[in-house]
């Protein structure tokens, strides 16, 4: 799977949108973009996956470039709780189900 | 619905001892995934299973051993454990165990003393 590179740590004010970038420059042509998140000590939470084109569901959106070498994670309206590390992975969707985990982006909300 | 369930939450073992966790999917989930997470680092894949067959390894010694029942659940077993065994071991599960999305349990936090 290809290698993704995230900032180590960003902030947002509380009510603006963050924007999370990852860039995945050897990403290949099967590959998705999974973004999940983990609040402290518990388990990762799915947010959203995305092929090529832009996705959007209940909790975020996710802008890929058309050259697919980069993504952007954006909540919308970031509260205090969606404070938490935010993991980038690049999976292909055949073969075995391994998310390879980098360090992500710790991502605080400010009041 | 219940999503990933994990058992026990938090234990204590002592250095060369056995743990076995346990895990059980989502309902109608075949796939089960099981990840080791050191503190300050990502989560590190183990095993995962699909249909009671081993479909993928990581990087772990052979003291790490899972298993996969007929009802999907899954036990991981850690034996002759080590100070660097302590860490969050968290569970997942899909639907197909190829292309779905994965979702993950809160995880069993072991500690080695």
């Known amino acids: 799977d290809a290698k993704t590179t995230q900032p180590t740590s960003m902030d947002c004010a509380e009510g603006r949108a963050a924007n999370l970038p990852c860039n995945h420059s050897?990403?290949?042509?099967?590959?998705?973009v999974y973004w999940y998140r983990q609040i402290h000590s518990q388990g990762p939470q799915y947010i959203i996956h995305?092929?090529?084109n832009n996705e959007t569901n209940e909790m975020a959106s996710l802008i890929i470039t058309e050259d697919r070498k980069s993504s952007t994670l954006i909540l919308p309206h970031a509260t205090l709780r969606d404070t938490a590390v935010y993991y980038c992975?690049?999976?292909?969707?055949?073969?075995?189900?391994?998310?390879?985990f980098g360090t992500g982006t710790r991502l605080t909300i400010i009041p | 619905d219940a999503g990933v369930t994990q058992s026990p939450t938090h234990l204590i073992k002592t250095r060369g001892q056995h743990v076995t966790l346990r895990c059980s999917p989502i309902?109608?989930?075949?796939?089960v995934s099981w990840y080791q997470q050191v503190l300050g680092q990502g989560p590190q894949f183990i095993f995962q299973?699909?249909?009671?067959?081993?479909?993928g390894r990581g990087n772990f010694p052979d003291r790490f051993s899972a298993r996969q029942f007929p009802n999907y659940s899954s036990e991981l077993n850690v034996n002759a454990l080590l100070l660097g065994d302590s860490a969050l071991y968290l569970c997942?599960?899909?639907?197909?165990?190829?292309?779905?999305?994965?979702?993950f349990g809160e995880g069993s936090w072991l500690t080695v003393v």
């Open positions: 299973y699909y249909e009671k067959e081993e479909r």
């Open positions: 309902s109608g989930h075949k796939s």
């Open positions: 995305g092929l090529k």
């Open positions: 050897t990403i290949s042509g099967n590959e998705y």
């Open positions: 997942a599960s899909s639907l197909e165990g190829d292309g779905n999305t994965i979702y």
């Open positions: 992975i690049v999976k292909s969707n055949f073969g075995n189900e391994k998310l390879t």
